[in-house]
Antibody, heavy 121, light 107 residues
């Protein structure tokens, strides 16, 4: 079964660092782009960035460039999203999602269950 | 990068047809994709490449494209279709964009 399993909910304080994960299984991890999507409470979906694990080619939304880092570890089929200094405004649900076609950035056909990040000031 | 504009809400009665539009603000229009998201759940892909339906998605979901506007049509709406719907596209540089979302209410 193709699936993405994300790490559990996090409660952090402003200024702390954080790295959340997204473990892939059931397919060739290095062949498909994986993206990260933010959803703030009661709000819509926002694309943060995307990585191709095969060569670590990474693209960021201008809104998130410099605010987060996306990475991947091929050896354990896991993608990551990290912050060096969290803000209260980072409180949101974060989803990882796999692109539909090998090697293309297109539809997200497989989604993780989401990781809720709560940041208190 | 460009923007995708959706109506904030659409309401229909059970059995009727719901149409949700998504307008791009630039040409050329790339393929569009549609997601359904129910409360507390991750989004689910319901349409890709403007009009293709993934396996397991009911036939009442369809998509179409005209100019810079794509439309998600749900025929014979059921109560279970009440959800938020998002369109999404990706430009030639690999930048992904989501529409603001449309809340479908089944009256």
């Amino acid at each position: 079964e193709v699936q993405l399993v994300q790490s559990g909910a996090e409660v952090k304080k402003s200024g702390e660092s954080l790295k959340i994960s997204c473990k892939a299984s059931g397919y060739s991890f290095t062949s498909y782009w994986i993206g990260w999507v933010r959803q703030m409470p009661g709000k819509g979906l926002e694309w943060m960035g995307i990585i191709y694990p095969g060569d670590s080619d990474t693209r960021y939304s201008p809104s998130f460039q410099g605010q987060v880092t996306i990475s991947a570890d091929k050896s354990i089929s896991t993608a990551y999203l990290q912050w060096s200094s969290l803000k209260a405004s980072d409180t949101a649900m974060y989803y990882c999602a796999r692109c539909h076609r090998i090697g293309y950035i297109d539809a997200f056909d497989i989604w993780g269950q989401g990781t809720m990040v709560t940041v208190s000031s | 990068s460009y923007e995708l504009t959706q109506p904030p809400s659409v309401s229909v009665s059970p059995g009727q047809t719901a149409r949700i539009t998504c307008s791009a603000d630039a040409l050329p229009k790339q393929y569009a994709y549609w997601y359904q998201q129910k409360p507390g759940q991750a989004p689910v892909l319901v349409i890709y490449k403007d009009s293709e339906r993934p396996s397991g998605i009911p036939e009442r979901f369809s998509g179409s494209s005209s100019g810079t506007t794509v439309t998600l049509t749900i025929s014979g709406v059921q109560a279970e279709d009440e959800a938020d719907y998002y369109c999404q596209s990706a430009d030639s540089s690999g930048t992904v964009v989501f529409g603001g979302g449309t809340k479908l209410t089944v009256l």
